[in-house]
């Protein structure tokens, strides 16, 4: 394995530059990202959007149909560059450039304080990132876990994980005799301090499934 070349996020930022780039050539070979035209009733969540000169990705939409005037669509999103958040109404006639941005595989492996850091699958090179470029999902890291980030002109602006993972139940209340999995659910702990709602009939040690983007069970583990 190669020597450790890691960047800090912090030194880069105390220099201006939103983001760390990894030092090397693994970014600055990538091709510029992919853009579309799409109708802003099309907005869906997860889509990366250029918006008043800025990169944003989509966490909500909600279509609304008046009684009078067209549809609309109201979208909540994030600015990947800055971590603003804004709230926008696009109409059917508007148009948006819809963003497909540049991935690479990399492979989550320890925390530093508030960072994270993260090695490239293809020379080794190691990067470090601010815990909160992944929001509420960096509570689902684990050591080892394939991850693929996302680069915006060459700098990570999104790190993706895998949609589910696997983690065990170590609290949640007793099962009661005669409850079903139609009853209603009761609260859980995982072992990474996630709290999630299972049905009534799991039980602390058991193995489940959870969606990681929107910390739901999903069923039990194999």
């Not at 991850?147 to 002109?153: A, D, I, R």
Request: proline content about 5%; overall charge negative.
């Amino acid at each position: 394995m190669n020597a450790r070349a890691t960047l800090p996020y912090a030194a880069l930022r105390a220099k201006g530059a939103p983001f760390p780039v990894q030092t090397g050539a693994s970014f600055s070979t990538l091709k510029a990202p992919h853009m579309a035209k799409i109708s802003g009733v099309d907005i869906r969540p997860g889509n990366i959007l250029e918006y008043e000169k800025g990169i944003w990705k989509v966490a909500k939409t909600q279509h609304t149909q008046p009684g009078k005037g067209g549809a609309f669509m109201q979208v909540e999103m994030k600015n990947l560059i800055d971590g603003r958040k804004t709230n926008v109404r696009f109409r059917s006639a508007d148009t948006v450039e819809k963003v497909r941005l540049d991935t690479k595989d990399f492979q989550y492996l320890y925390a530093e304080g508030d960072d994270l850091v993260f090695m490239d699958k293809d020379n080794f090179e190691q990067i470090t990132l601010p815990r909160d470029l992944l929001g509420d999902a960096a509570d689902f890291l684990q050591d080892g876990m394939d991850v693929v980030l996302e680069l915006w002109e060459e700098r990570p602006v999104s790190v993706e994980l895998p949609a589910q993972i696997e983690a065990t139940i170590v609290e949640a209340d007793a099962v009661v005799k005669g409850q079903t999995a139609s009853s209603s659910y009761k609260p859980a702990i995982l072992d990474n301090g996630v709290r999630v709602m299972v049905p009534p009939h799991i039980s602390s040690g058991t193995r489940i499934v959870v969606d990681v983007y929107e910390r739901t069970y999903v069923g039990k583990a194999d």
